[in-house]
């Protein structure tokens, strides 16, 4: 079963940076989409990157220009480039890979188990 673990989240100030990965388990046999979602109190989760097969890099209108969204494939690992945070920023992140993990399985969405964000003004 491929498990997804993040890091990198934390308290920062407006203006400032964060980094934050998330690292699969296993190496899975294909990726159809590598995404970073987020929640903030009271809303529903949102989009804000992805990676699709090819590489192409869509991201919400919110983060354009802001954040990037990356991949090492040796090392099984997403990242979300975060710079200059702010308020409305502020969420639990969580990362998202759909594929198969093996040949003979079915598509499937796998999720990592959030990390906080917190921006302060």
């Known amino acids: 079963q491929v498990q997804l673990v993040e890091s990198g989240g934390g308290l920062v100030q407006a203006g400032e940076s964060l980094r934050l990965s998330c690292a699969a388990s296993?190496?899975?046999?294909?990726?159809?989409?590598m995404s970073w979602y987020r929640q903030a109190p009271g809303k529903q989760r949102e989009l804000v990157a992805r990676i699709i097969t090819g590489g192409s890099t869509i991201y919400a209108d919110s983060v354009k220009g802001r954040f990037t969204i990356s991949r090492d494939n040796a090392k099984n690992t997403m990242y979300l480039q975060m710079n200059s945070l702010k308020p409305e920023d502020t969420a639990v992140y969580y990362c998202n890979t759909g594929g198969r993990q093996s040949p003979s399985s079915m598509v499937s969405d796998y999720w990592g188990q959030g990390t906080q964000v917190t921006v302060s003004s």
């Open positions: 296993v190496r899975m046999f294909s990726i159809n989409t």
